[in-house]
């Protein structure tokens, strides 16, 4: 049977819909989508490992204004130190946050406990502290401490604003007890960051995935 081809000025505009397309093929687009970008984020970058002492993104200077960045962690041992923490950097190293502070609600599974914690300055003033409590507490199962934590940033790489960064997560600090933490830190300098780095301060390991997002209409 022959092949009829039928040439571009043939087809009547939106002549094709989703009846003649299979929506279950994957299409390669070469070309730039524009519109229907507010409020959506394109990844920028992503790091995933199942044993590193830090989760490191890059890619503020992509042009991008106002970034995400997701993290789905587990810490491999037990440590009551075990504080997750976060720092921007550029090529010239990581730089110290001014000022980080943590706050913390949490509630055990059995009612038989809620509260929660606020400390004005952190554990680690050089570094934004994520976790008011250890991140996996010295008698708790690693298998059953795991958290998914937020961080957003506006302008990181802008050379005439100071930079803040702050963000919340969700953890278990052991099987029993569900954490709320909310964080904020500031840089007091007008320093251009290009990448950003998650770990715990305890230097111990460990697993999960990290992903930088840029806003698309930013």
Known sequence: MAVTTIPTA????????NTKLDLTENYAFTGTVTGATAGAYEV???STSTSTST????????????????AYL????????????????????????????????????DGGDLNYYNNSGANDGSKLQMTQNSFCGST?????????????AANPYQASVHKHLGGHGMYNHTGSYSMRPAY?????????????????????????TVTLYGSLDS
Do not use: W
């Open 10 to 17: 043939g087809i009547a505009d939106d002549a094709v819909g």
């Open 44 to 46: 920028i970058n992503s």
């Open 184 to 208: 904020s830190g500031t840089y007091g300098s007008n320093t251009q960051f290009k990448k950003a780095k998650i770990f715990l301060n305890s230097g111990e390991n460990l697993k999960g």
């Open 140 to 152: 708790a199962n690693p298998d059953e401490c795991y958290g998914i934590f937020y961080i957003y």
């Open 74 to 109: 587990q810490p491999l041992t037990a440590n009551g130190s075990n504080h997750l923490m976060c720092q921007f950097g550029n090529d010239s190293g990581y730089s110290s946050v001014g000022h980080s502070v943590v706050t913390e609600m949490y509630a055990r599974s």
């Open 55 to 70: 989760f490191e993104v890059t890619g503020f200077d992509n042009g991008n204004n106002h970034f995400l960045i997701a």
